[in-house]
């Protein structure tokens, strides 16, 4: 039988086999006198028990003392050692496992890793790079993978030629999950005082609340430009709403730190944690999108390049190029892309603007800019030779007319406009001299 596969990321820990997710975890623990809780059911109750919630034990996975140590449990090893146990009964009990770590591991940690696996009750055959890993299925090129864990994103660079060999590894702090999400969870506090009065970050139960509805809430902001948010606490429901161009706002200097990252010599290819953050790829438009599975294919079909027995394992950082590429999943071209005349320039006030895989960003005002600034209404940018038009704000946008929805298509001759404003865009096709 093949080997399950752990992607370690405390974001959500995953295992794998045959292709499929067959187990998911949160890097959390909560130690209460009632008991231990790990993963979803620790994440739950982290803001209703916050001194006794852990959740720095893979990104800072080592055996220091912990400075407030709770009961069995010394150093973040410990911590690591029963989500592993838990997430190995989850998948099953599993005999073999294959763990996909983040480049950000140190040799250090990755040796700790190796020991802690000893005591559990499986086989470690393979030890491999979770980008390699995910990028294996891409076509030649330079890569800059981004994936996002708790605490940090790590970007990875990644060449495909002859073999899928990593490069320099960057870790940013400022990008995790929970500081997004502390930042979201502000925003709302902010939003629900100024509409209803009401703190739900004072009270631990609606502080619960808030953080419980953040995935469905980022899912929602993904493909609408606003969300209605309803807390009930003691008996009365309060509610507010959060446009997408409020979170992007809030969001907007943490992007910037992660999309400076991204140079013009090399392909994004976001991982599904990155490129599920609300507005983020919209900033990418040239990027790759990798599915949650794309690390457990990578591996599975570089199982003899990864595994090796046991005490003497390799930590894998390339891995053969596959004969027929086929990256997991590219960003696709929304549905509504129309056949009609390529579109290679913008026109705004009789002056023409070329379009490119990098986005240009419109105001309602009538400006035109290559660098994000504040909340623009929209971006422009080429997706495999198409224009495609993302909105980006809570202002309504029309094209030809019609209101715009979500990303959309364009064709030459196709005319945007802004609610409110007498600013009107034009995307032309600029004809060749010789009339092509």
Known sequence: MKPF??????????????????????????????????????????????????????????????????????????????????????????????????????????????????????????????????????????????????????????????????????????????????????????????NCRFDPLRHAETEQGVYDRLPACFQALSTHLETLLEIQFRNTGYQTKLSRAALLERLDARYRNMIARFTDGCIPLLGDRVAALPGFAAHLPQARILDAASVFRGCEQNLAAICSPPPNLNYVTRLPAQELPATAVTEPIPAGARAGRAVTHLLSRHSAYPLRANAIFLSAAGGVSTVRHGTPACSVALNNGIAIITPLSDISIYVNGGRLAGQQALDAGDKVSFAGADTVYTFISVADPDGA
Do not use: M
């Not at 998911?24 to 130690?31: H, I, K, L, N, Q």
């Not at 010394?74 to 005999?95: I, M, N, S, T, Y």
């Not at 970007?155 to 500081?179: K, M, N, P, S």
């Open 5 to 194: 596969i752990f992607e370690l990321n405390d974001a959500e820990i995953r295992v794998g086999h045959g292709g499929k997710i067959v187990a998911r975890s949160p890097g959390y623990a909560v130690v209460r006198d009632d008991g231990v809780f790990l993963g979803d059911a620790a994440k739950r109750l982290a803001h209703l028990h916050p001194r006794q919630t852990y959740n720095h034990f893979w990104a800072g996975l080592n055996q220091d003392a912990l400075a407030l140590p709770a009961r069995h449990f010394r150093h973040h090893a410990d911590f690591a050692f029963a989500h592993l146990k838990a997430l190995h009964e989850q998948a099953g009990k599993p005999a073999e496992v294959v763990f996909a770590v983040p480049g950000g591991f140190s040799p250090d940690q990755l040796a700790l890793l190796l020991g802690i696996s000893q005591s559990c009750a499986f086989t470690t055959i393979g030890l491999v790079d979770s980008a390699v890993a995910a990028a294996a299925a891409s076509g030649p090129g330079s890569y800059l993978h981004a994936n996002l864990h708790l605490h940090h994103t790590v970007f990875t660079h990644i060449d495909v030629g002859d073999q899928v060999a990593r490069g320099a590894v960057e870790t940013v702090d400022d990008g995790g999950l929970a500081g997004i999400q502390d930042a979201a969870a502000a925003l709302i506090a902010d939003l629900f005082v100024h």
